[in-house]
């Protein structure tokens, strides 16, 4: 997996300081826990990219969105502070997309 950083310069009003997307083959996910194990994943590509150990990634919510996509929201955390949020979309049980967002 590939993450790449980018920090749009319109976002800061709205306190984002970057942008992380990582690039994956899809990914089946028929429960919870397949997806946590992506999660963690992702977390730890977040932790080299930005340099930062102890990362954690906790599960927020998920949202349906129409009848074919779930949007799952997880809280990035470093000493139990939060830095940042990460969104999982799948489409009809399969991952397509990670998206981070860190806070300024």
Known sequence: MECRV?????LFP???RAVI????????????????TH????RDSLSEVLGVKGLEIVFS?????GLNYIL?????????RYVG???FVTLNNKLIKSLCTISQ
Not at 6 to 10: A, L, Q, R
Not at 21 to 36: G, I
């Open 72 to 80: 799952y929201s997880y809280r990035l955390l470093h000493g139990g």
């Open 39 to 42: 999660a963690v994943l992702v």
């Open 14 to 16: 709205k306190g984002v």
């Open 85 to 87: 949020t990460c969104r």
């Open 6 to 10: 980018s920090s749009p310069e319109s």
């Open 21 to 36: 997307a990582c690039v994956h083959e899809h990914k089946v996910v028929r429960s919870l826990e397949d997806l946590h």
């Open 61 to 65: 919510e998920n949202e349906a969105i």
